[in-house]
């Protein structure tokens, strides 16, 4: 089965749309501004953070989430790997595959990405994001560095700044606590973010396995979160969130390789 991230956004989406949305869907939007950009492209000899799957906009059916978007994390550079001894019938692989990207390094750029798209289609009013990870590879590298090296574009002068509820599912953490997880990540520099302390999850925040990801093992839900406060409610901010308490989560448990993790803003 092949990494993947399925991002969904919640909230609402009003007023007309600035394309023809006859013609355009999400998907092709999505993948269009993803390439513009350089984050996702079709050449191999382009820049990669992620390849596109699937898209679809859900404002029209479903009051509170917007839509969602699937992309793949098999990205990164060709390596050679085991073929199963007892394959799948009339599957026939090569003993070569691309190693898969991480997740961390993806997100800010993805939920920007996705905001970008769904905004050709309305006004997007976010109030929270969820991603669905399956099938990572284990035994990641912390991606601390990149994290750090991108705080300057949040340090404004905004006074408004936001708070916000990170909740997860009890695979990303395996057996250890939460508080753990608020430990780790004060222990590093997250200036002008602030992750203050674990919370209770109300059944409002909590995550929910969507129903257009069939291949996920469901996990039961973790009853504590993270509280966190922000300098800004932004895509990329709440992307950035994201990345970092999965960054965390993963040093502290190596092997969660299919997990969800969701930040509402409160």
């Not at 997880?181 to 973010?193: G, I, M």
């Not at 990329?236 to 960054?247: E, H, N, P, Q």
Request: charged share 20%; hydrophobic share 45%; glycine share 6%.
């Amino acid at each position: 089965m092949s990494t993947t991230l399925f991002i969904e956004a919640f909230g609402q989406l009003s007023g007309p749309a600035v394309i023809d949305a006859q013609e355009e869907d999400l998907h092709s939007v999505f993948r269009a501004r993803a390439e513009l950009m350089g984050w996702a492209a079709t050449s191999d000899e382009s820049p990669l953070l992620w390849s596109m799957e699937e898209a679809e906009i859900t404002a029209d059916t479903d009051p509170y989430r917007i839509g969602w978007v699937q992309v793949g994390l098999g990205v990164g550079p060709f390596e050679a790997f085991s073929i199963p001894t007892d394959p799948v019938p009339g599957w026939a692989g090569l003993p070569i595959r691309r190693r898969s990207g991480e997740p961390v390094t993806a997100l800010a750029a993805l939920v920007q990405c996705f905001s970008d798209a769904l905004g050709r289609f309305g006004a997007v009013e976010l109030s929270g994001l969820q991603v669905t990870a399956s099938e990572l590879e284990t035994g990641t590298r912390s991606c601390r560095w990149y994290l750090v090296s991108a705080l300057n574009w949040f340090n404004t002068d905004s006074k408004a700044g936001a708070e916000a509820i990170v909740a997860f599912d009890q695979d990303l953490l395996g057996c250890h606590d939460v508080s753990e997880l608020v430990a780790t990540l004060q222990h590093k520099d997250t200036y002008p973010f602030e992750f203050r302390t674990a919370v209770a999850v109300s059944e409002r925040n909590a995550v929910n396995v969507p129903a257009e990801t069939p291949f996920y093992p469901v996990a039961p839900k973790s009853d504590m979160g993270v509280f966190v406060t922000m300098p800004e409610w932004t895509p990329s901010a709440a992307g950035w969130v994201l990345a970092s308490v999965v960054d965390a989560a993963r040093l502290i448990e190596p092997d969660a390789n299919s997990f969800m993790a969701r930040v509402t803003r409160v």
